[in-house]
């Protein structure tokens, strides 16, 4: 039973390079999230997806693009990556506006030297 | 600008007793609140849940509290058992944001055996 699954689990990134991070769904679910988690700041919204070919802006948007152009994927883009950057990240989905619950994927360490 | 928090970085409690984890919310049209359970190297978990309707809600040896007055809910876990130790999120949804979720730092909790 995969669920939420994220690619890839590590990544060092030097400054200035480009990376996108993989999301995967296998429940059919219409919502799509990706959150970062820093010491002491919790889980924090970066972007959404209500449905296919939707997304909106978290909390903490600036330096990231994603794109939803198939209902199980969920990609999230660093054009250009800062050492600010540097966090676990958590990819995250939901049946939808009825749900009470977010299941989230196991997570991806990224660092930007 | 953190609408939800978790003013205890940490918890340690002895086996068997009741562990007690609190959260604080400053947006009153907040209507959903969770707790998420984390362990290192995973990703978040759902345990609970409770409405703004409700003011407690009891799965197993899990409890959620609701003081809407206060603005306050707390996770008590009777009896506490080693395998809890864990990091304990709290959330709470937005409806007039896109259901958007709001996550608190966490809370480590050890329970010592």
């Known amino acids: 039973n995969a669920g939420v699954t994220q690619t890839p689990k590590f990544r060092v990134l030097k400054t200035g390079q480009s990376m996108t991070l993989l999301c995967a769904q296998d429940?059919?679910?219409?919502?799509m999230y990706w959150y970062r988690q820093d010491p002491g700041m919790g889980l924090r919204l970066i972007h959404y997806?209500?449905?296919?070919?939707?997304?909106a802006k978290g909390e903490v948007p600036d330096g990231y693009n994603v794109s939803r152009l198939k209902k199980q994927n969920f990609l999230l883009g660093l054009e250009s990556a800062a050492p600010s950057q540097t966090s676990v990240y958590f990819c995250?989905?939901?049946?939808?506006?009825?749900?009470?619950?977010?299941?989230f994927g196991e997570g991806s360490w990224l660092t930007v030297v | 600008d953190q609408q939800v928090k978790q003013n205890s970085p940490s918890l340690s409690v002895q086996e068997g007793r009741i562990s007690i984890l609190n959260c604080d919310y400053t947006?009153?049209?907040?209507?959903?609140f969770l707790w998420y359970k984390k362990y290192p190297a995973e990703g978040p978990t759902f345990l609970i849940s409770?409405?703004?309707?409700?003011d407690k809600n009891e799965d197993g040896r899990f409890t959620v509290f609701l003081n809407k007055s206060a603005k306050h809910l707390s996770l008590h876990i009777v009896p506490s058992q080693p395998g809890d130790s864990a990091v304990y999120f709290c959330?709470?949804?937005?409806?007039?944001?896109?259901?958007?979720?709001?996550f608190g730092a966490g809370t480590r909790l050890t329970v010592k055996p």
């Open positions: 997806s209500v449905g296919e070919g939707t997304t």
């Open positions: 947006n009153s049209m907040f209507d959903y």
């Open positions: 995250a989905s939901s049946p939808g506006t009825t749900s009470d619950t977010i299941y």
């Open positions: 409770i409405s703004s309707i409700k």
């Open positions: 959330a709470a949804r937005d409806p007039w944001n896109n259901n958007d979720m709001r």
């Open positions: 429940m059919n679910h219409e919502y």
